[in-house]
Every structure is written in C-alpha cells, then in structure tokens.
C-alpha cells in the first residue's frame, strides 16, 4: 500500500510530464482523501499561459485544477480529470 504522500508525487510527477507548468511554480496539494482502495488527489497549477477570460472573471486567478485517482496498491494513476471548483 502506498501513502498518501506517495500518491501525491505520483499524481504531480504525471501532471508535470503531461503539462507545462510555469517555471518556479509546482504543482500544489489542494486535497486529498482515500476512496476504497483507491487515493483521489486534487492539484493545481498555473499553466504557462493562464485563461484571460479566468483571470478577468476572477476564477482562481488562472490556477487550473487537475483530480487524479491513484491505485492504492502500487501508485498507478487510473484517471486524471478535469476538477472546477463550485
């Protein structure tokens, strides 16, 4: 069984080679909670060119989040989704 801390790097390591991040600024644990076996992990990020339309309406100051779920048992990332905050 892997920690949570583990599933934590497993998710920002596959974030950060899927995606550019802006330079000096990692991926940040917004939550993180076990579902069964299963870890579920929400990260966010600053994309190197953030939404102007985000910014100028405020949301999140062009942060993007990211939910990945993460087995339990060996760290395999199952799923990555697109998480908006309500």
Same mark, same amino acid.
């Given at each position: 069984?892997?920690?949570? /801390?583990? !599933?934590? &790097? *497993?998710?920002? =390591?596959?974030? &950060?080679?899927?995606?550019?991040? &802006?330079p %000096? #600024? ?6 993180? =909670? /076990?579902?069964g076996p $299963?870890?579920?992990?929400?990260? @966010?990020?600053?994309?190197? @060119?953030? $939404?102007?339309? !985000?910014? !100028?309406?405020?949301?999140?100051? %062009? /942060?993007?989040? *990211? #939910?990945?779920?993460? *087995?339990?048992? $060996? %760290?395999?990332?199952? @799923?990555? *989704?697109? #998480?908006?905050? $309500?």
């Open positions: 069984m892997i920690t949570a /801390k583990d !599933a934590v &790097q *497993k998710a920002a =390591e596959y974030l &950060q080679g899927l995606i550019p991040i &802006q %000096g #600024r990692t991926p940040v644990v917004e939550e993180i =909670e /076990k579902d $299963n870890w579920l992990v929400t990260l @966010s990020y600053v994309p190197p @060119s953030p $939404n102007p339309y !985000a910014l !100028a309406l405020g949301q999140g100051a %062009g /942060k993007e989040y *990211k #939910r990945f779920e993460v *087995k339990g048992d $060996n %760290g395999e990332i199952v @799923s990555m *989704k697109i #998480r908006t905050l $309500n």
